[in-house]
């Protein structure tokens, strides 16, 4: 099952990480913040990246560039975190060539 970002589903994603446990349902995530909660994968984008991006924007536009000049940008950084913990409870063996790619393993 997919998970996708929206206001309601952050708000709500400690009841839908134990709603996919109870099924039990292998699911992915949007965002880290739902493997902190016991989430099986997530894979999105990387937030702290895009912040830091906004920020040089915001001092581009002090320092007087015209927002309508300034190049629309898209993600370029993505974090995939597996929750290795969550695995072992639905009975799941991560293949080692996933893990290799994860930014971060949850144990």
Do not use: C, W
Not at 4 to 25: D, H, T, Y
Not at 43 to 66: E, H, M, P, Q
Request: hydrophobic share 40%; net charge neutral; no cysteine.
């Amino acid at each position: 099952m997919h998970v996708s970002l929206s206001p309601g589903s952050f708000q709500n994603r400690r009841s839908i990480v134990e709603f996919a446990a109870q099924l039990p349902l292998p699911t992915i995530y949007p965002i880290r913040s739902f493997t902190d909660a016991g989430g099986l994968i997530s894979f999105g984008t990387n937030f702290d990246d895009l912040s830091r991006r906004a920020a040089s924007y915001v001092d581009r536009i002090l320092k007087g560039a015209s927002p309508a000049d300034l190049p629309v940008e898209q993600p370029t950084k993505f974090d995939l975190i597996i929750n290795l913990t969550t695995a072992k409870t639905l009975g799941l063996t991560v293949p080692q060539s996933l893990l290799v790619q994860a930014t971060e393993v949850i144990e």
